[in-house]
């Protein structure tokens, strides 16, 4: 009978093991993986960056781009510091995208036409849905 017991305190005693080695190598997949995809967004801005400076100007959309890849790095820091997903930050980085595909649509064709109200559509939706988030809930 003392034997069972004690093969289930160490059978219980794995198992605690074998969920903490568990969670700290999710912790140290999560922070590996945010520190890459940082590293990506700072180097994809720089490599954006550079091209600018190539050029010798940049135009509305460059810096639209730029913008967006500021967005994509304080949302890797928020996520950082409070392993939440902030849907916010991705809303906004989405009406950034459609605006610059507006703009750059409007200075390619210099027309108006049916694609400008569906972007400027989509990008009405997105505002809304800030709005909706950012309310709170009338359960709390």
Known sequence: MLDIQRFRQLNEQAKLLADEIGNLLIEVFHYLA???IGAS????AVVAYGGMMLQG??????????????????????????????VRCLIYIAITA??????????AHHQ???????????????????????KPSDDT
């Open 57 to 86: 100007h940049a135009t509305i959309g460059d810096i639209l781009l730029l913008f967006i890849y500021l967005e994509l790095g304080a949302m890797v820091g928020i996520y950082f510091k409070t392993n939440l997903m902030p």
């Open 112 to 134: 108006a036409d049916m694609g400008i109200l569906l972007v400027s559509g989509g990008i009405l939706l997105l505002a809304l849905s800030t709005v909706i988030i950012r």
């Open 34 to 36: 945010l520190f890459v």
């Open 98 to 107: 459609l605006a610059r595909l507006l703009i750059a649509d409007i200075q």
């Open 41 to 44: 967004i700072v180097w994809s």
